[in-house]
């Protein structure tokens, strides 16, 4: 489950050129997929705690360095993947000129620049750990379109273009309520708007505990930049969501599993003063299935995906692998596979899919080879 703060776009916006729907035939492909190692990071000395939390992690494009997180010691360790080794510390600090203050997303770029975003706030700094631009998410500090309302803009989520210019990230109508696109300036500090129409159906998923210490939970949202492109999905419901950043439109593409439903229940009520009854809306919900984000192949232009279904004997769930094309098409899944852990973070290197693992309080990474048949 996932604390409030998550989102889902939806729906096909402006003046998109349609795009072919996933309901016509596409070639049907095959595929063999199978874990052929895991490789150990020599930590060389220095403690890597591993929180596995995607927004706090982030991979270079060229894919030889993985950043993590470490809240404790508020630093990030940066590994080489091609030696599996550590590479070196990026100290932070928390307070004063430089400070972060408490970090809810990280995104480097290959400009040398690295986006920080703490509560209201877009922060840029350098690969050194210095403060380049800090921006305040209100109307005093922004031009442009006006937040209205309860609307406010999430710093969870956030992509920072090549050239530092600009940040894309949402934002709500209301707690919980998903408006649409954030753009964000940063040379000019202007704020753009982009509203989508059915963004904010997935509230009809939230869960509320009113009592001493109130409560909400809802489905995860993936937010993923790719080749120009923001893929966004959530946990809940079979679909994806590509916002096209050159020609600013999203197109919403649906799916339809032999081996999964296809969206989690919805509670059969929204509010109670009961932590029994919220337990309970909770298993109505969140027990069908979980999606996992959408993970880019760039070499062979597919992209994959691993989903949790239900549970099976020995409190184990089935894993489903799907394949998608360049076009986002689904043109495989299979349910045969052996897989222990949950999926969080992940990416392809070298042909093969690459998974974080604390295996015994190492960092590891389990690496699966894939491969059309």
Do not use: W
Request: a neutral charge; aromatic letters at 12%.
């Amino acid at each position: 489950m996932k604390k409030l703060f998550f989102a889902v776009l939806s729906f096909l916006i402006f003046s998109c050129s349609e795009k072919p729907s996933n309901k016509q035939n596409v070639e049907v492909s095959k595929f063999s997929i199978k874990i052929v190692d895991t490789l150990f990071v020599n930590a060389k000395e220095e403690i890597i705690l591993i929180e596995n939390i995607d927004s706090r992690t982030d991979v270079s494009e060229d894919l030889k360095f993985y950043y993590n997180y470490n809240q404790k010691q508020h630093l990030i360790d940066v590994i080489n993947l091609d030696e599996m080794r550590f590479e070196r510390k990026i100290q932070l600090e928390r307070e004063g000129p430089n400070g972060t203050g408490k970090i809810k997303r990280i995104d480097f770029t290959k400009s040398g620049q690295v986006l920080i975003n703490s509560k209201n706030k877009i922060q840029v700094f350098n690969y050194g750990g210095e403060k380049i631009k800090q921006i305040r998410l209100d109307n005093d500090n922004l031009k442009g379109d006006s937040l209205v309302g309860r609307e406010y803009i999430d710093t969870f989520f956030g992509i920072l273009s090549d050239d530092g210019r600009y940040c894309y990230t949402i934002y709500f109508k209301n707690f919980f309520e998903p408006g649409g696109v954030a753009i964000i300036n940063l040379k000019d500090q202007t704020f753009t708007k982009r509203p989508i129409i059915g963004l904010d159906k997935i509230k009809e998923f939230k869960v509320s505990y009113n009592g001493t210490y109130g409560r909400v939970v809802g489905p995860g949202l993936f937010f993923k930049g790719h080749d120009n492109q923001i893929l966004i999905s959530n946990d809940y419901i079979n679909e994806l969501y590509v916002y096209d950043i050159a020609n600013d439109c999203t197109y919403h593409h649906t799916y339809k599993s032999n081996f999964l439903k296809n969206y989690n229940s919805k509670p059969s009520k929204q509010q109670t003063n009961s932590i029994k009854e919220f337990k309970s809306l909770l298993d109505e919900t969140g027990n069908s299935i979980r999606l996992r984000q959408i993970i880019p192949d760039p070499t062979h232009k597919r992209y994959y995906r691993f989903s949790k279904g239900e549970k099976l004997e020995g409190n184990r769930s089935s894993m489903v692998l799907t394949v998608f094309d360049e076009q986002f098409h689904q043109v495989f899944e299979t349910d045969n596979i052996s897989l222990n852990s949950y999926i969080d973070v992940s990416f392809v290197k070298d042909d093969n899919i690459f998974v974080l693992e604390n295996i015994e309080d190492e960092m590891a990474f389990v690496v699966m080879k894939i491969q059309e048949i």
